[in-house]
């Protein structure tokens, strides 16, 4: 147990659709990030917040957007879903530090995009 | 293009057998590489963080070695069990980064047979 939960665990839409996907990162991180990994590949970055700022972000299009609120927990949403959409998404919370720490994964969100 | 490559890609061994997983990176410089396991449709656990420094860091039966000169790093398990089946993911961070930096491999998908 990492202590980041997320939720839905599973969830099917079809194209054109949004998508809220949540995150509860561990008690005491004040940093979130969104990574999607498609099947058989390494997670990739979408974007990371800290203290409710946008604080870098890979590259995906603006469809792609995030909120973080107060409590440090956070939404990705996307709009307008593809099929290339469907991907495990994982949040993974952490302390802001550069280049050390630990980052700590949840479960992940399996979305399908039919 | 700083990036991650990982060897083989997959592999399948009987429990009791020891394996030795590879990572080359062309990442330069680097904080901290580190190394998790996935489960299937799982979020990734860490296992071991090791800084540019260090050449060995092991965790119970997982082992990883670095050698920064030719940029590869391995993780050996011992003695596998059927729950070591799973993906393990090699990931290096930049020096000039923090998380949203993280460059991560496609993972070695391991398979435990009885």
């Known amino acids: 147990e990492t202590g980041v939960t997320q939720s839905p665990t599973h969830l099917i839409k079809t194209r054109g659709q949004q998508v809220t996907l949540r995150c509860s990162s561990q008690?005491?991180?004040?940093?979130v990030s969104w990574y999607q990994q498609a099947l058989g590949q390494g997670p990739q970055f979408i974007f990371q917040?800290?203290?409710?700022?946008?604080?870098g972000r890979g590259n995906f299009p603006p469809r792609f957007s995030g909120l973080q609120f107060p409590n440090y927990s956070s939404e990705l949403n996307v709009n307008a879903l593809e099929l290339d959409d469907s991907a495990l998404y994982l949040c993974?919370?952490?302390?802001?530090?550069?280049?050390?720490?630990?980052?700590?994964f949840g479960e992940g969100s399996r979305l399908t995009v039919l | 293009k700083n990036q991650v490559e990982q060897s083989p890609q997959s592999l399948i061994i009987l429990e009791g057998k020891n394996c030795t997983l590879q990572c080359n990176y062309t990442v330069s410089p680097f904080s901290n590489l580190r190394w998790y396991k996935q489960d299937t449709g799982r979020g990734p656990v860490s296992l071991t963080i090791?800084?540019?420094?260090?050449n060995t860091k092991s965790n119970g039966r997982y082992t990883a070695t670095l050698d920064a000169d030719t940029k590869q790093s391995s993780l050996h398990i011992t003695a596998s069990q059927l729950s070591d089946s799973a993906s393990y993911i090699c990931?290096?961070?930049?020096?000039?980064?923090?998380?949203?930096?993280?460059?991560f491999g496609a993972g070695t998908r391991l398979a435990v047979h009885p």
């Open positions: 990931v290096v961070i930049p020096l000039s980064g923090g998380y949203n930096k993280l460059i």
């Open positions: 917040y800290y203290r409710e700022e946008e604080n």
């Open positions: 993974a919370s952490s302390l802001a530090e550069v280049g050390g720490g630990e980052l700590f």
């Open positions: 008690s005491g991180h004040n940093t």
């Open positions: 090791m800084t540019f420094s260090e």
